[in-house]
């Protein structure tokens, strides 16, 4: 049996993702371009909602991903401290920026959705507002990435801020939710029993199977990009210890 | 520990150090609110609580960066670092000096601009409680986010997109304290959240503080 630390060696690792790349990719534009074209066209218009309940298709796996990534960042980080495997601090710096992009789409639809719903575009609401402090985690770890020259620096002091940094985003995520009242509507597509068919308060079937099947989507992509990213890291990587050998002879 | 506390102390209160640059920030944030918003009194004394918690904690990132940097610079931080003294203790020492220098005297300060602010009668005391737990933690943080952007040169602005995200918990109790304090209303839960972030901070922070310095020491 295969252990999944192989990986950690750079050379097998870009072997597999090569040759699992193309069909993930493929995988992930077929689901996505299914449950997007399936719930933007072929949903009916909810009765109350009209036609803007269909932004869900984009702002709920958004979201979703935007919170799994920094998840992913932070079990990449504990590898890296615990193990030193390069690959495992190069797959969280690559996670970061696709994260950040999908709290970014969470933000904006949930603003496009916010606005005929709500009557407004934004409203200081804790589930929004944690959102938005998320987004400034994100930008942090990034510049400090970008802000160390020596690698192993740059992973040991970015990994150690992932995890000081989970730990106050959920403190922050209790405090906002202390200090305003919410708008946004709790959690019911992954209600317990939403399956079951538990007709309560939550997404109807006719909007959950192709909802589903975007959250897919939205994985697969994710893992797609998370792949391409950390090839590109270790090739640039490659490439720097070339150059710098090119130079020393 | 004593010996290093009294060293920073007197390096921060002397010349140099920039001892009263974070009070006169305070005070001139504080003049230039009425401008900004005007000079309504119910309006300031409705946000005075709010300000002065907003401008403690801008004085106090303002002065965050000299935690460390002054002494990575001239290498005393090596010398400390191979002396018989765990990374630990060395960090909250300065983080407890740069409280006294910095959070101390700002605390000390609110009420008196409170007058400024025309904040309502029950808040002075509220302000100055919420404040004098809250600043501690603001200090914590900040040694922790100075110990991370120690070895970037011109890490000013780094640190401050680093800090003022782990800053959120502690300000959103700590005004909520001085809000409600100011208001007439009951405080004990905000003012009991704000203790344990305070003191968590305190007993855990320095552990993650310590080990980003070792790494930047390497």
Redesign the interface.
Known sequence: MASIWEYANPVKFIRTTDRVLPWLSAAAVVTLVVGLVWGFFFTPDDYRQGSTVKIIYLHVPAALMAINAWLMMLVASLIWIVRRHHVSALAARAAAPVGAVMTVIALVTGALWGQPMWGTWWEWDPRLTSFL?LF??Y??YM??WA??EDDD?AA??TS??C???SV??I??RY??N??NQGLHQGASVMRAGALAGDTEERVSNVFAVPLFVSIAGFVLLFIALVFLRTQTEIRARRTRALLARERMS | MIALLLRDLRLGVRAGGGFGLGLAFFLIVTVLVPFSVGPESGLLGQIAPGILWLGALLACLLSLDRILALDWEDGSLDLLATAPLPMEGIVSIKALAHWITTGLPLVLVAPALGVLLNLPGPGYLWVTVSLLLGTPALSVIGTFGAALTVGIKRGGLLLSLLVLPLYVPTLIFGAEVARRGAAGLDVATPLTMLAGITFGVIALLPFASAAVLRINLR
């Open positions: 402090i400034l985690f930008l942090g510049a400090l802000a160390i620096t040991d002091l150690i801020l995890l000081v940094g106050f985003a403190i922050s405090a906002v202390f200090w």
